[in-house]
């Protein structure tokens, strides 16, 4: 009866654990929030200082794809690690969220490497013109957020060595593994919305 009490004392009337109840509510306002700054950029899309870079000029579509598909592949490497602790394989665990993290960390060196290059050969910055600003502020929350999950899923890794993460602690990693695939969703839409239409378009043009 102990352990029933244990297991359900964090239930709310929907029968889910409040963690994951806070954790989609907090899902909820991120997607309003990234919502508004790709608006944004869209709203004022071609709208920079003449003689200013732009966004067909600067933007490298076969370089932010490869890092898009070293992000989808994390996510693949995040289900692989909620399964080998549903499982309670705590070494397979360790294997796959360390893989999860190391493809994040590529995605930012991909990221950190676009903005030099925007800097350096385009000198294209947040304050060049109303493109840099917008695109720097999407893009830069993004990764910020995949910096956040980055440091979240090294500290699950650690955690694991305490003992204390096993099977029955699945929710813990649950909970980070739908903020990370809300982050990979994310870029999807920032990908497609801020990278390949309005490139594309002015490119048909």
């Known amino acids: 009866m102990a352990n029933i009490t244990e297991n359900t004392g964090h239930e709310t009337t929907t029968g889910l654990d ?50 898009t598909f070293v992000l989808l592949m994390s996510s693949f490497m995040m289900v692989m690690s909620y399964n080998a602790i549903s499982k309670g394989n705590v070494k397979n665990f360790r294997i796959w969220i360390m893989c999860t993290a190391i493809l994040g960390a590529t995605f930012l060196g991909f990221q950190f490497y676009e903005f030099r290059e925007f800097a350096v050969h385009y000198g294209l910055t ?45 929710l813990m990693v649950d909970i ?9 969703v994310v870029w999807i839409v920032i990908f497609t919305l801020v990278y390949l239409i309005p490139v594309g378009v002015s490119g048909g043009t």
């Open 18 to 67: 409040h963690r994951k109840l806070l954790i989609w509510a907090f899902l909820g306002s991120e997607c309003m929030f990234f919502g508004s700054l790709i608006a944004t950029y869209l709203v004022y899309y071609g709208q920079g200082t003449p003689g200013t870079p732009t966004p067909l000029q600067v933007l490298d579509i076969p370089t932010t794809s490869t890092s």
């Open 126 to 170: 947040p304050r060049t013109n109303l493109f840099g600003t917008t695109f720097f502020t999407t893009t830069g929350f993004h990764g910020a957020h995949v910096t956040v999950g980055v440091i979240w899923l090294v500290s699950l890794f650690l955690y694991s060595y305490r003992g204390d993460l096993t099977k029955d602690h699945g």
């Open 176 to 184: 980070a593994a739908l903020y990370w695939h809300f982050v990979d």
